[in-house]
């Protein structure tokens, strides 16, 4: 069976389920075993010897309530339970008038007195503010009360009542030979009352109160009520409702101190090993995310290494102050060394610096400090075994509120590749551009050399198709004949030549050796000069 709450209207479900409900918490034999047998023990006693029996019923309640006081004090200023604290306050000072009321019991003989009027009326006394505490009690629930204030209250209302006692002030209780007085009675009725309306309030508290303790408090309460419906009936002291009464009480007391003293006790331990078990849930759940975070980490670690590998670029952190320069295990493989191998710093990386390239490299540091811009520079680096690399490096600084340098972060690249590919780029392009060259010259010495021929060509056709010097059969023609053939297989060689020098450049043809006749290319030039001077 559960607790349940209706969130519309406020409406608490019956007071019997609570208690049911409180009372399944635990089991009921191992609460009531010790009363119970303590009972049997007094009611054998009270056969013997009543008075003996009221003093014990009595002491065993007052124990009680120095025990409520004594725990509850002393754990207020870590449990603040104001609930607890305000019950011990008050049930002390009950307990305390319940002592002098068993040591003014009739037949005690510890005080000087003779009748049994002063007990009953410190009896009233002492349920009276036991109903008054428990109607106040679920007031505090939800505030923070002042210990010494409110057990000093408390003390002052029962010395006062002792006060009007001592002083015949008080209405009298009982009287000798004729039983309790209406005053008595009357008063037992509206502590009845009085105690209904506590029930009423702390059933309507019970959420904060909590169910098991208010299921013990409501049958401690009923109880209490029984047992003052009990004294409402007595003639003698020493009657069968004054020992039913008692009986009572202890029971009402012992469930007072079960719920109050036994479940509060146990609660902190229980809220401990509830938060224990859910720290250790998060802790678990803290550790486990700390292990993903720590495996992401070392998986980033490892991508960015990887890729400063592949991308042979390393990056490092100089505190200028302090002069601590750290270096990622790239930089360390690009100047040849092994990752971490020594501590590095400013003047160990100058070293490495090729000895041309510190001072433009101290310029650019000092010009970017000066001008608080990052800086780009291209500079050497040599490596142990006299190894030569370019590196691009690139960095800016951080300046503190003063304006001071304090740190200063960048990169270094690796670009020798890129270098000399560059450089073989331009080599290329410069050869690219020398053929350019050469084969305008080429076409500018084959444009002449080609007009030289075709000129012949032209000019000796035309003094044939003129027919200059007469009629065909002249021996001139056959001369010039011979000329213009030449100059045709001149034109012709010529055009052999640029076809056999496009294929040599496009590794088409090879050179051969061959025997040249030296006098007729002699003859074949002059002739091809003499046709030009004339």
Not at 43 to 61: D, M, P, V, W
Not at 211 to 232: C, D, P, R
Not at 261 to 282: D, F, G, N, Q, W
Not at 343 to 367: C, G, I, W
Request: charged content about 20%; some cysteine; proline content about 4%.
């Amino acid at each position: 069976m559960s607790l349940k709450i209706d969130p519309m209207n406020g409406a608490v479900p019956p007071m019997p389920q609570a208690i049911i409900h409180g009372l399944l918490q635990r089991r009921l034999g191992e609460v009531l075993l010790f009363p119970i047998v303590l009972s049997v023990l007094l009611i054998a006693i009270s056969f013997q010897n009543f008075l003996l029996f009221h003093t014990l019923a009595e002491l065993f309640a007052i124990a009680v309530s120095v025990i409520m006081l004594t725990i509850a004090w002393q754990t207020y200023p870590y449990s603040r339970n104001a609930f607890l604290m305000f019950l011990a306050c008050g049930y002390f000072w009950v307990g305390a008038v319940d002592l002098v009321h068993t040591l003014s019991y009739k037949g005690m003989s510890i005080l000087p007195i003779s009748d049994a009027n002063p007990a009953t009326q410190l009896w009233i006394i002492a349920r009276y503010l036991q109903a008054l505490v428990l109607i106040l009690a679920p007031f505090v629930l939800s505030h923070s009360i002042k210990s010494v204030p409110i057990f000093l209250a408390f003390g002052l209302i029962v010395m006062a009542c002792l006060g009007l006692i001592y002083t015949d002030a008080f209405p009298d209780a009982f009287i000798d030979g004729v039983g309790l007085t209406p005053f008595k009675i009357g008063s037992e009725y509206v502590i009845i009352a009085m105690l209904a309306v506590a029930l009423g309030l702390m059933a309507k508290h019970r959420v904060a109160i909590g169910n098991e303790v208010f299921a013990w408090m409501a049958i401690s309460i009923i109880l209490t009520m029984g047992a003052e419906l009990a004294f409402t009936f007595y003639v003698s002291v020493y009657g069968f409702s004054n020992l039913i009464g008692h009986i009572f009480k202890l029971f009402s007391f012992w469930l007072i101190f079960v719920a109050i003293i036994r479940v509060s006790l146990r609660e902190p331990y229980v809220s401990l090993e509830k938060s224990v078990a859910e720290r250790t849930h998060h802790l678990t759940d803290e550790i486990a995310e700390r292990k993903r975070t720590a495996a992401a980490l070392v998986h980033s670690q490892d991508s960015l290494a990887n890729a400063q590998r592949i991308a042979m670029l390393g990056n490092w952190d100089w505190d200028i102050p302090s002069n601590d320069l750290w270096w990622s295990d790239e930089i360390y493989r690009i100047f040849g060394l092994e990752p971490q191998e020594f501590k590095a710093s400013y003047e160990t990386f100058l070293e490495m610096v090729h000895p041309d390239d510190r001072r433009p490299l101290q310029d650019a540091v000092a010009q970017a400090i000066k001008d608080k811009k990052p800086y780009s520079i291209d500079h050497r680096i040599v490596l142990r075994d006299g190894t030569e690399k370019i590196v691009h490096e690139h960095a800016e600084v951080s300046f503190d509120a003063a304006g001071k340098p304090v740190r200063m972060s960048g990169t270094v690249q690796d670009i020798s590749e890129r270098k000399l590919g560059e450089n073989a780029l331009q080599e290329a392009k410069a050869e690219a551009e020398a053929a350019n060259r050469s084969k305008s010259e080429f076409l500018a010495l084959m444009s002449h050399d080609l007009r030289t021929p075709l000129n012949s060509i032209l000019g000796f056709s035309g003094i044939l198709k003129e027919k200059t010097f007469g009629p065909l059969g002249d021996p001139h023609y056959n001369d010039y004949a011979d000329y213009i053939h030449d100059s045709g297989q001149l034109l012709l060689n010529l055009i052999d030549d640029i076809l056999d020098l496009a294929k040599v450049e496009a590794g088409k043809r090879e050179l051969n050796e061959e025997a040249l006749r030296l006098s007729a290319t002699v003859h074949s030039a002059i002739t091809l000069v003499q046709q030009q001077a004339t």
